[in-house]
Nanobody, 123 residues
């Protein structure tokens, strides 16, 4: 089992920045790919970014490409999502997820999920 805890969410004005963190605990010796997803009110949970264990493979959704950066520090069992140039449409609960093997975009393929952290971008 892997436990994931997100932090770093909050309220920010449009154009601002936030950095989300996701700390993993439990069976972290295995090589896990990590992903970030978000869910806005009334919408399905959507892919944001994913990173492989080595960091050599990274994916972004088109809506965040060029504004968000995913990274990880395996020594700290932590993955980050640096968000810049934030827009009101980025408002959502952001979830961290983990899976063994390769980084993927599909939400259903992630085995472990955090509880989420709220990001609110005001206009």
């Amino acid at each position: 089992q892997v436990q994931l805890v997100e932090s770093g969410g909050g309220l920010v004005q449009a154009g601002g920045s936030l950095r989300l963190s996701c700390a993993a605990s439990g069976r972290t010796r295995s090589t896990y790919a990590m992903g970030w997803f978000r869910q806005a009110p009334g919408k399905e949970r959507a892919f944001v970014a994913a990173i492989s264990w080595s960091g050599g493979i990274i994916y972004y959704s088109n809506s965040v490409k060029g504004r968000f950066t995913i990274s990880r520090d395996n020594a700290k069992n932590t993955v980050y999502l640096q968000m810049t140039s934030l827009k009101p449409e980025d408002t959502a609960v952001y979830y961290c997820a983990a899976r063994k093997d390769d980084a993927v975009i599909a939400r259903a393929l992630y085995e472990y999920w955090g509880q989420g952290t709220q990001v609110t971008v005001s206009s």
